[in-house]
T-cell receptor, first 117, second 109 residues
Framework: EPEVTQTPSHQVTQMGQEVILRCVPI?????FYWYRQILGQKVEFLVS????????KSEIFDDQFSVERPDGSNFTLKIRSTKLEDSAMYFC???????????????FGDGTRLSIL | SQQGEEDPQALSIQEGENATMNCSYK?????LQWYRQNSGRGLVHLIL?????REKHSGRLRVTLDTSKKSSSLLITASRAADTASYFC?????????FGKGTKLSVIP
């Protein structure tokens, strides 16, 4: 069964450094998402992306964050200047159809554990 | 906020027993989804129930939805050790899924 793959599985970065998290969504999917999960807390939505544009973003997704689909297969999340509180698991998800109002499932990768020192 | 909240927070049962988890949410929804998360892994979609459905089955899973009470339940029958995981309900007001804190299920062999 097709999977969403994320690399690296664990990223350790010094505070203030830029980090890029990479995702390869399922190949025929058109809708892409990033979520994060701070240890012991809820999974939180960051951003959704469709047709090379952000369709929705949360308050967490401030100017330090950006997303890009640089080619036909990758979807990246960049954090420009990392803070200690950015330490979390970051999950990429994709969907073939729009999941507006939750009418379609989203398919998640296994995440990248980001540790900021 | 659409947030779903699950209870109990943790549930420990013997293999072969049934496990029931509940979810409550705050505002009206079109759909509600349940996901499973094994330790250190991503979320796996289990089942989606629409607001005009009252009950849905998938294998050993049974989900109910009561829109008047703004609640849903997930029943896993004849549990197995491999069902050990955290289970989350998710709702969506727009594109984003909003998850609760989850129920951590432990199935003891």
């Amino acid at each position: 069964e097709p999977e969403v793959t994320q690399t690296p599985s664990h990223q350790v970065t010094q505070m203030g450094q830029e980090v890029i998290l990479r995702c390869v969504p399922i190949s025929n999917h058109l809708y892409f998402y990033w979520y994060r999960q701070i240890l012991g807390q809820k999974v939180e939505f960051l951003v959704s992306f469709y047709n090379n544009e952000i369709s929705e973003k949360s308050e967490i997704f401030d100017d330090q964050f950006s997303v890009e689909r640089p080619d036909g297969s990758n979807f990246t999340l960049k954090i420009r200047s990392t803070k200690l509180e950015d330490s979390a698991m970051y999950f990429c998800a994709s969907g073939r159809d729009s999941s507006y109002r939750g009418n379609q499932p989203q398919h998640f990768g296994d995440g990248t554990r980001l540790s900021i020192l | 906020s659409q947030q779903g909240e699950e209870d109990p927070q943790a549930l420990s049962i013997q293999e072969g027993e049934n496990a029931t988890m509940n979810c409550s949410y705050k505002t009206s929804i079109n759909n509600l989804q349940w996901y499973r998360q094994n330790s250190g892994r991503g979320l796996v979609h289990l089942i989606l129930i629409r607001s005009n459905e009252r009950e849905k089955h998938s294998g050993r899973l049974r989900v109910t939805l009561d829109t008047s009470k703004k609640s849903s339940s997930l029943l896993i029958t004849a549990s197995r050790a491999a069902d050990t995981a955290s289970y989350f309900c998710a709702t969506a007001g727009s594109y984003q899924l909003t998850f609760g804190k989850g129920t951590k299920l432990s199935v003891i062999p």
